[in-house]
């Protein structure tokens, strides 16, 4: 084994998790990219089992990509390498995970594998989500398996629904970003509204409406405003208030200062930000907006380390309109990754940005499943992610898939 990973280290991980950490019903899949194959690592409680896919190294990174450009950007066409990555990652172990009768399967992804959500890969009948809870670590030795401290933990959900003087804090890169995303995407050949099901989609990235740069600094902001509206989330934060209980901020309640003073009480095991986020693939360019200002990924990692929260770390940060880099192979280890590094046990983020509605409707769902079924976090996002699947208008993939659950997954 040590010779497909390459390192004692990443080999110890493996054997020490199949020994420690792993119940009977979790699986723990480690597929490591060659050049000529695929290998599949599978741990679960009875030890380690290794299976070949003769698949080219290349061939694979190609499909990958394909279905998470196909499901970033809503097109018709992710069904093909849906099927294909199913063949080559799940179809081999799906006997193995049936006789060990597994139901939540956690994923260590390798390269380009960290931009597709195992959840939408597809057999021909099936997404893998209505198989397996599914969840993401970026390894063993960075992840606290504990029992989660307890579904009556204190929380504080802040969102910002309409943005403040934060606007004018903005750099002329994001500025031109913002106001020229949406120029770009109804130029492509393949644009969001060219599929059906997402036409009316209202995303949760500062992307949306049609704009131009052109214009007074005034009339500017007024366009950064308009594209920064989320109306979701203000109904989103008052109904998860309702099922959490907890501190709530909302608008100009959620200022950075405050969301800092709050955050590093200690008092609260869950936070929930509704707002928007970018991982730019360094530190300078990575951001969640506040009402009146940026939190820099330096800045959210400092808060998640102080004393307090050393003494009594965050179960759970949510990232609920959070978007990552597009194509970048680091992006859901972007913002998320570095809350885990900071030690948050889990992070549920987003792989792409997310439409409205299909946000608040998974948080409430998610949310409700850990307050009054007691699921663990990964079979209430399973089970959020199941009613979109199920529903007439929010099924594709576009809308349910981007949800990950990255580290504990209990």
């Known amino acids: 084994m040590q010779d497909f990973l390459g390192?004692?280290?990443?080999?110890?991980?493996?054997?020490?998790?199949?020994?420690?950490?792993?119940?009977?019903?979790?699986?723990?899949?480690y597929p490591v990219i060659f050049e000529d194959r695929v290998e599949l690592l599978l741990a679960t409680a009875n030890g380690i089992v290794r299976t070949t896919t003769p698949i080219s190294g290349s061939k694979l990174r190609s499909e990958a990509a394909w279905l998470a450009d196909s499901l970033r950007n809503?097109?018709?066409?992710?069904?093909?390498?849906?099927?294909?990555?199913?063949?080559?990652?799940?179809?081999?172990?799906?006997?193995?995970?049936?006789?060990?009768?597994?139901?939540?399967?956690?994923?260590?992804?390798?390269?380009?594998?960290?931009?597709?959500?195992?959840?939408?890969?597809?057999?021909?009948?099936?997404?893998?989500?209505e198989k397996y809870a599914v969840s993401m670590v970026t390894g063993l030795s960075m992840t606290n398996t504990a029992t989660s401290a307890g579904r009556e933990a204190s929380s504080l959900v802040v969102g910002m629904a309409e943005p403040g003087p934060v606007v004018d804090k903005l750099n002329q890169t994001t500025i031109s970003q913002i106001l020229g995303a949406s120029s770009r995407r109804s130029a492509s050949s393949r644009s969001l509204a060219q599929h059906p099901a997402m036409s009316s989609a209202?995303?949760?990235?500062?992307?949306?409406?049609?704009?131009?740069?052109?214009?007074?600094?005034?009339?500017?902001?007024?366009?950064?405003?308009?594209?920064?509206?989320?109306?979701?989330?203000?109904?989103?934060v008052e109904a998860l208030s309702r099922i959490l209980g907890g501190t709530s901020m909302l608008d100009s309640r959620f200022t950075l200062d405050h969301f800092r003073k709050e955050a590093t009480a200690g008092e609260y095991r869950i936070i929930h930000i509704a707002s928007h986020g970018v991982f730019g693939g360094n530190a300078e360019s990575s951001y969640i907006m506040a009402f009146d200002d940026v939190l820099t990924l330096d800045g959210l990692q400092s808060l998640l380390?102080?004393?307090?929260?050393?003494?009594?770390?965050?179960?759970?940060?949510?990232?609920?309109?959070?978007?990552t880099a597009d194509g970048d192979a680091r992006s859901p280890l972007g913002i998320s990754g570095a809350a885990i590094k900071a030690r948050a046990r889990s992070v549920?983020?987003?792989?792409?940005?997310v439409d409205d509605t299909a946000a608040r409707k998974v948080m409430e769902s998610f949310y409700r499943g850990l307050r009054t079924a007691y699921w663990s976090k990964a079979e209430a996002l399973r089970q959020a992610q199941l009613e979109l699947v199920h529903s007439k208008d929010l099924r594709q993939p576009f809308f349910w898939a981007p949800f990950v659950l990255i580290g504990n997954w209990l």
Not at 81 to 98: G, N, S, T, V
Not at 116 to 124: K, T
Not at 348 to 353: A, D, I, N, Q, S
């Open 7 to 29: 390192d004692r280290c990443a080999v110890e991980d493996i054997e020490d998790g199949s020994s420690r950490l792993i119940a009977a019903g979790t699986a723990i899949l």
């Open 74 to 129: 809503g097109y018709s066409d992710y069904e093909m390498p849906a099927r294909k990555l199913y063949d080559w990652l799940l179809r081999p172990i799906a006997d193995l995970l049936a006789a060990r009768q597994v139901k939540l399967l956690v994923v260590v992804p390798d390269g380009v594998l960290r931009l597709v959500p195992l959840a939408a890969l597809y057999d021909g009948k099936e997404f893998a989500i």
């Open 202 to 236: 209202r995303l949760r990235s500062p992307t949306s409406p049609p704009l131009s740069i052109e214009g007074t600094k005034r009339s500017t902001s007024e366009m950064l405003h308009e594209a920064l509206l989320l109306p979701g989330v203000k109904q989103e």
């Open 305 to 323: 380390k102080t004393e307090e929260l050393r003494r009594t770390p965050i179960e759970l940060l949510t990232l609920s309109a959070c978007e």
């Open 348 to 353: 549920l983020g987003t792989l792409w940005p």
